[in-house]
């Protein structure tokens, strides 16, 4: 599942909340979830797949990545909770493939 994707992970319902982008989506929540990752999702726990959206192109997506980084948390959740009301983990309809992503651009 290679394609240019912007993502929100969470520590459990209205949580701490991290923006980030990758083009492998699948394995860099892996990667998150596992704690292989130094940083602020390590420190927080951050494994919830909350949201995704992917993008025809990577410049797409680290734009969208930068505007999102931006919001205000209130908006960050409103964005969530559009999509995935119940913040339902999202990470195991991705494996192996089911899921539903939601696609932009």
């Not at 599942?1 to 909340?17: D, E, F, H």
């Not at 410049?59 to 909770?81: F, G, H, P, Y």
Request: proline residues 4%; contains cysteine; hydrophobic residues 35%.
């Amino acid at each position: 599942m290679k394609q240019p994707c912007v993502y929100i992970l969470a520590s459990k319902r209205n949580g701490t909340l991290y923006v980030g982008v990758t083009s492998d989506l699948v394995q860099r929540v892996s990667q998150h979830r596992t704690d292989e990752i130094d940083g602020f999702t390590k420190q927080y726990c951050l494994h919830l797949l909350v949201y995704f959206e992917f993008y025809a192109t990577m410049d797409d997506a680290i734009q969208r990545e930068k505007r999102v980084k931006r919001w205000r948390r209130a908006w960050k959740v409103a964005l969530i909770e559009q999509y995935n009301l119940d913040w339902h983990d999202l990470y195991p309809g991705l494996v192996p493939g089911v899921g539903s992503p939601l696609s932009r651009g």
